[in-house]
């Protein structure tokens, strides 16, 4: 194998263009991304940068700066992406007209935010990339009336409670009865909820947005003025933010003969063809250590760790020493003076049982059981205890066994 493309220049194809070389791959290595910047972490963004307690440049990964030298382990295409994928000729089309040949091919395209209308309109952010981020705190410095946020899932509730630190008025509008609920269920989903009531944030739960109002701002521009909501009543609002999900950047691979669906689809080991493999936000594939539960995780830890398994199973010598993908996801959220983690994968109908800790103090771990197994763990200001049942999580314990064990321990 001589060259190798990897599509996706952020923490994913970074990691596993890094692991390429690292694993002695010395052959010619190009790194396609569609922003202009080299690889940055994501997580900060709707956090230290938008408080302004970073600048931005603080984000960029370590050793992700193209050296001015041009001693470059990499050959960088940054702010050109891909636009097409032939299989059979073994050839990246990118949006300039170039056509790159591999005989190895990583994608990392990750994901884009998810819209609801009102692109038009001057005031309406999105938060994915570092260009979302400085174009939000802009707005955030120039103090705003009020920020309607839309989705009370994490991205959400990170910049709700980022405006709060700034003393900014926030309402949050989320159409599930609690935040989170799909993920963490009823109960813990309320918490959320109450934690962000106690910062003074305006709750609009079980309730849709309908449009928005708008007018002209001070520039000439149509801005945004408030947020129609399905029952009828309208929020004022100077800034608004959408989050409500995502959604994988895959239309450049229709036709290629990959397998599209909710993501690439791959094996266990990361292979979605012969000499292509995915990592990141944009690869679903069975993960073992759950069933075989055909998974994409959108997680900073995923991207890490699968950026390097998918590297090294492009390198791997044959199929028989390939070894499975098989982690146990993991993430952290910042909200407020808590440190929420979630380790496995916990869902709404999950049993649930708090084994450590006071729900009251806020600072607590709760196990999630199903058919019979551990499947999750969450914790509120308990990161050591995560990291142990995290561990567990691995290793597979039976439910009862589980909280047996929680039970013996202080």
Request: charged share 25%; hydrophobic share 45%.
């Amino acid at each position: 194998m001589d060259r190798i493309v990897v599509v996706g220049a952020s923490l994913a194809g970074f990691r596993a263009a890094e692991a390429l070389r690292a694993q002695g791959f010395d052959g010619a290595l190009t790194l396609v991304g569609d922003e202009i910047h080299a690889p940055y972490d994501r997580p900060p963004l709707s956090k230290q940068v938008l408080t302004g307690d970073w600048d931005v440049d603080r984000t960029t990964l370590p050793s992700a700066a193209p050296a001015a030298d041009g001693g470059e382990p990499f050959d960088w295409r940054l702010g050109t992406p891909a636009v097409g994928l032939d299989l059979a000729a073994r050839e990246v089309a990118l949006g300039d007209g170039e056509r790159l040949g591999y005989d190895g091919l990583i994608i990392a395209t990750g994901c884009r935010p998810r819209t609801i209308g009102g692109e038009g309109l001057a005031g309406i952010h999105v938060l994915r990339t570092l260009d979302d981020a400085v174009a939000l705190r802009a707005e955030l410095d120039a103090g705003p009336g009020r920020v309607v946020v839309i989705g009370a899932g994490f991205i959400g509730s990170e910049v709700a409670a980022s405006c709060r630190a700034r003393e900014i008025d926030v309402t949050i509008v989320e159409a599930l009865p609690v935040p989170l609920e799909r993920v963490l269920g009823a109960d813990m989903g309320a918490l959320v909820a109450d934690l962000h009531r106690d910062h003074e944030v305006d709750l609009r739960l079980g309730v849709g947005v309908d449009g928005f109002e708008s007018g002209a701002g001070p520039d000439g521009a149509e801005h945004v003025t408030g947020v129609r909501l399905a029952d009828g009543t309208t929020i004022a609002a100077s800034v608004v933010v959408v989050g409500v999900g995502v959604v994988p950047n895959t239309e450049w691979m229709e036709g290629s003969g990959l397998t599209i669906d909710n993501g690439v689809v791959c094996d266990a080991t990361c292979l979605a063809a012969p000499g292509v493999v995915a990592a990141g936000d944009v690869a679903r594939w069975p993960n073992l250590r759950f069933d075989g539960e055909l998974m994409r995780v959108e997680h900073w830890d995923n991207a890490l760790e699968m950026g390097v398994a998918a590297a090294t199973r492009l390198l791997a010598a044959d199929d028989t020493s390939a070894v499975p993908y098989e982690p146990v996801p993991w993430f952290w959220s910042d909200l407020y003076d808590r440190k929420i983690q979630l380790a496995g994968r916990s869902g709404p109908d999950d049993e649930v049982q708090v084994v450590h800790g006071d729900v009251a103090e806020r600072r607590f771990v709760a196990l999630y059981g199903r058919g019979g197994r551990l499947v999750g763990a969450l914790g509120w200001n308990r990161p050591r205890h995560v990291m142990q049942w995290r561990q567990r999580l691995g290793e597979g314990m039976d439910w009862a066994d589980a909280l047996e064990l929680a039970r013996s321990e202080p």
